[in-house]
Nanobody, 123 residues
Framework: QVQLVESGGGLVQAGGSLRLSCAGS????????MGWFRQAPGKEREFVAG????????DYADSVKGRFTISRDNAKNTVYLQMNSLNPEDTAVYYC????????????????WGQGTQVTVSS
């Protein structure tokens, strides 16, 4: 079992940056694919970025490519999401999640979820 706790959300002006962190539990953290998703009010949860267990592969939603960077530090059991050039459309609750296989982009493929952290971008 994996427990995930996100942090780093907050209020930022358009054009600003935030770095989200997700701390995971368990000795097998490095074997899990980690993903970031977000959900805005009235919208479905959507894939933002994913990273394989040894950081060999990453994937991004088109809407964040070139602005967001996902990374992980397996020694610290932590995955990060660096978000630059934020705009109001990025406002959402951001969730990290762990998947056992592959590098999926669908929420149903992820086995464990954090509680989420709010990101609000003001115009």
């Amino acid at each position: 079992q994996v427990q995930l706790v996100e942090s780093g959300g907050g209020l930022v002006q358009a054009g600003g940056s935030l770095r989200l962190s997700c701390a995971g539990s368990g000795r097998t953290f490095s074997s899990w694919t980690m993903g970031w998703f977000r959900q805005a009010p009235g919208k479905e949860r959507e894939f933002v970025a994913g990273i394989s267990g040894q950081s060999a592969r990453t994937d991004y939603a088109d809407s964040v490519k070139g602005r967001f960077t996902i990374s992980r530090d397996n020694a610290k059991n932590t995955v990060y999401l660096q978000m630059n050039s934020l705009n109001p459309e990025d406002t959402a609750v951001y969730y990290c999640a762990a998947a056992r296989f592959g590098l999926p982009t669908t929420a149903a493929a992820y086995n464990y979820w954090g509680q989420g952290t709010q990101v609000t971008v003001s115009s």
